[in-house]
T-cell receptor
């Protein structure tokens, strides 16, 4: 069964600290993996898209990693800011169809001063 | 280039009424996706459309829900005879082509409340 699991479910960190969010998936055949940030009451915004051959991709203070062998991805946030408080969603797309997206339930990150 | 636009942003309906949600994709995007998000839950795929065609509606309930993306105008998600369980945020997303390696842009969502 194709699944995407994220951990932790929620996380509270102090402003300026780093954190790492995890995503494990069983989707096959794999096409690409995406991380989205969703602010409360807003639509998700794409942070990164990673293909099979990409191990690491950065977008400012966000760095995503992908291990296609173990089917794991992580999103590392450096020097967190209050504005990083949001839900972070991992989405995996398979190769069987353009619309086969599998969503994780997200990690709710709260950054406190 | 305006982003994906959805309206209304908030919609209140009484049980049994109809709800119409509109989505205007980004300019040049011909692929539209609708998702539902229940409170404290993740996004759930509902339907995928290209201009004038429904490509995949496997995530959409068979009854009371319908979607269209006409040649001209926005995509419409229609919910007939709404029930309390339909209360959710409905997000629309668009992409220029299929999602194999293309980015998908989300709208701000429509929050439907059924009284």
């Amino acid at each position: 069964k194709n699944q995407v699991e994220q951990s932790p479910q929620s996380l509270i960190i102090l402003e300026g600290k780093n954190c790492t969010l995890q995503c494990n998936y069983t989707v096959s055949p794999f096409s690409n993996l995406r991380w989205y940030k969703q602010d409360t009451g807003r639509g998700p915004v794409s942070l990164t898209i990673m293909t099979f051959s990409e191990n690491t991709k950065s977008n400012g203070r966000y760095t995503a990693t992908l291990d296609a062998d173990t089917k794991q991805s992580s999103l590392h946030i450096t020097a967190s800011q209050l504005s990083d408080s949001a839900s972070y969603i991992c989405v995996v797309i398979d190769q069987t169809g353009a619309n086969n997206l599998f969503f994780g339930t997200g990690t709710r990150l709260t950054v406190i001063p | 280039n305006a982003g994906v636009m959805q309206n209304p942003r908030h919609l209140v309906r009484r049980r049994g009424q109809e709800a119409r949600l509109r989505c205007s994709p980004m300019k040049g995007h011909s692929h539209v996706y609708w998702y539902r998000q229940l409170p404290e839950e993740g996004l759930k795929f509902m339907v995928y459309l290209q201009k004038e065609n429904i490509i995949d509606e496997s995530g959409m309930p068979k009854e009371r829900f319908s979607a269209e993306f006409p040649k001209e105008g926005p995509s419409i998600l229609r919910i007939q005879q709404v029930v309390r369980g339909d209360s959710a945020a409905y997000f629309c997303a668009s992409s220029p082509r299929d999602l194999s390696y293309n980015e998908q842009f989300f709208g701000p969502g429509t929050r439907l409340t059924v009284l």
